[in-house]
């Protein structure tokens, strides 16, 4: 499996700094440019695809806009690791595909280390450290819809059955 | 089975007997409220590629709040894509530039005790004050209810607040609030159901038990509750609805909480949350010395008509001070006019209040009245995030009504007690 690069957050990164309200008219890829930069203006300059985002406490807390989700997702983060997330996001992160674990080990990842990532057996395994974080797993039904690429393609499947029994 | 009033509405919904928390349900959706923003806009290219209309345009209710009015093109034509998704879908309920939906809604008596509603929107947790179940949801998410009726969820736990003791004058349910995201954190409802019982909460009108459940989202809940009483049928049946059967949806006495807190009224001061979040609550005399440029009053959580008569109260034949500006955003249309029927908005703008359209607005960063780099404001909102009201650099102050008003005569963050405590001599 491949090793993401590590970009670190501290707590409580809100929707607002994710996604911020002033852009949020614009499309997704001027959305994108602003996304975190409140807190460190380096990160969507130099953030590149395949990176992995870290949060703390409460990521993803504030508001139901995916903007917040679809801005990491236009800017190649893979995964978004924190040790919890605001309940919206996180249910925003698996219908879009963008893979959101939870771990109480959270703390032991640091900025640009390296880190292996499995949801599927919740682990995470930082390369840089040799720590391996277990992370709270995914219920079935979420799984099966990640597997299907998030939740339109999920519905997609759903429709096409319903519409081959008709 | 014993169950809370969580578990009721749920099984209900879900078409079980009885739920327990930890369950994973699919429920049916009795309503479903969306918005310019995640609404249409976000929802119309899904349901196009999966190639389905609606699954109910009569429980669909659409309401343009963010962008509005719309000031250039693209929020022009963010508006005119909604309205032209409504006609095309044939929703009857609709509900253009009349103010935020988390208002709209149960003024317009779509709200009552027993139901499913799902919002595309954070602050969806308000409509659990009339003894629903409603939470917040993206727009793919909300998508997906439009197609098909339908969403999963995982059965909470109940977070209890007890609150027993009569606020003071000049102390409301957004200070009850901030002192709960201070004791409890951003976090602290665990994307759980924080359900609001006790004394102070009987005796308050159903716009202050909006302010509580809508800041559940706050406390990082995914829901607010408080079991509907007579002051729930009385507000339900002025707003032209049937409440139907109340006794059913309470929870029941025995039900163990997993959580259970206490908050004693009596004892609660006017509370200021400083930048940048709800949790950086403290009482008002605590803050010391912040001059600020701006104050606002607005939002789902912060204008309605009883918030409009706090600020009038303590501005009642007073000017706020020259070197602020007030900017007051009535959160319906129907409340302006009730607020420029009893003359609520004279008494407001002969202080020296400048009226906004109804909406989101400056709230969040979608309308006009946004703040510059450095500029100091305080707000009667629920959040105050970095970068939320403008530029990264703003500070932002959460308060009540009263302090947001008491803080723009002064110049500063200010108590609204003595200024109330005058008026009252």
Known sequence: MTAHRVWRFGDNIDTDVLAPGIYMKKPIAEIAAHCLEAVEPRFAKEVRPGDVVVGGRGFGMGSSREQAVEA??????????????????????????????????????????????????????DETTGERLTCEKLPPHLLAMIADGGLVPHLEKRFARQGAQA | ?????????????????????????????????????????????????????????????????????????????????????????????????????????????????????????????????????MFGVGATEMAGVLATGEIWLRVPETILIECEGQLSPGVAAKDVMLHLCARLGMDGGRYQAVQYVGGTVTALPMTERMTLCNMAAELGAQTGLIAPDATTVDYIRAAGADPGDIARWQGDAEAVPAERHRVDATALAPQVAAPHSPANSAPVADVG???????????????????????????????????????????????????????????????????????????????????????VCIASTARNFKGRMGATTAQVYLGSPYTVAASAVAGRIADPRPLLAEHAS
């Open chain 2, 289 to 375: 010395a912040v001059q600020i440029d701006r104050a606002y009053i607005g939002a789902c959580t912060g204008a309605k008509l009883v918030d409009l008569h706090m600020a009038a109260s303590v501005l009642k034949g007073r000017r706020i001070a020259s070197n602020v500006r007030l900017l007051v955003a009535p959160a319906s249309t129907r409340i302006a006019a009730q607020a420029a029927a009893d003359g609520t908005l004279a008494t407001l703008t002969e202080a020296g209040a400048i009226l906004l359209a109804s909406g989101c607005g400056a709230c969040a960063g979608y309308g006009s009245g946004l703040l510059s780099e450095g500029e």
């Open chain 1, 72 to 125: 990491l997702l236009q800017l190649g983060v893979v995964a978004v690791l924190a040790l919890s997330f605001g309940g919206i996001f996180y249910r925003n992160a698996l219908n879009y595909g963008l893979l959101a674990l939870a771990s109480s080990d959270i703390h032991r990842i640091r900025q640009d280390d390296l880190v292996v990532v499995d949801g599927v057996a919740g682990t995470v395994i």
């Open chain 2, 1 to 133: 089975m014993v169950q809370t009033l969580a578990e009721k509405l749920i099984a209900r919904a879900a078409g079980h007997h009885s739920v327990a928390s930890g369950d994973v349900v699919t429920c049916h959706v009795d309503l479903a409220m969306i918005h310019d923003s995640g609404g249409p806009r976000r929802a119309k290219p899904i349901l196009d590629r999966l190639g389905v209309k609606v699954w109910d345009p009569k429980k669909i209710v659409v309401v343009t709040d963010h962008f509005v009015p719309a000031y250039d093109t693209e929020t022009a034509t963010i508006q005119k894509l909604t309205r032209d998704w409504v006609a095309d879908q044939r929703v009857p309920n609709f509900y253009d530039m009349q103010g935020i939906c988390h208002v709209v809604l149960p003024e317009r008596g779509h709200f009552k005790p027993g139901m499913f509603v799902v919002g595309g929107d954070s602050h969806s947790p308000t409509g659990g004050a009339f003894g629903l179940y």
